[in-house]
């Protein structure tokens, strides 16, 4: 899965600070793999409503990359446990969200990281 990260939007929406950037990337890449464990819990342990609480914790962290698609699959698989969709109708819908984590974590790496000092 391939993602591109807009880093010029993204920076002029942090009106050009590259330190709040790079913070903004070290934090995503420290937490969405804790988020992840803790969603990939929550799935197997049928737990609704932390499930749509890490999902919208990682929406968040996305929104500042403008990360697509991980970003819209996230917020369609938010709005699906938010209306209680029965988990065991969302398993492809998981699965795509998490292969789209995985690949934002290695475009932040090599897209924002790749020529600045980020810390992770």
Known sequence: MQIRIDVPGALNNLGGDEELLLGLATIFLEDVPVLMEQLQSDYQAKNQSELVRHVHSLIGLLSNFAAEPALELGKSLEWELG??????????????????????????????????????
Do not use: K
């Open 83 to 120: 209306n209680h969709r029965p988990l065991a109708q969302l398993g492809s819908q998981f699965s795509d969200f998490h292969l789209a984590m995985d690949a934002t974590l290695l475009a932040i790496r090599n897209q924002v990281c790749a020529d600045r000092a980020c810390e992770y």
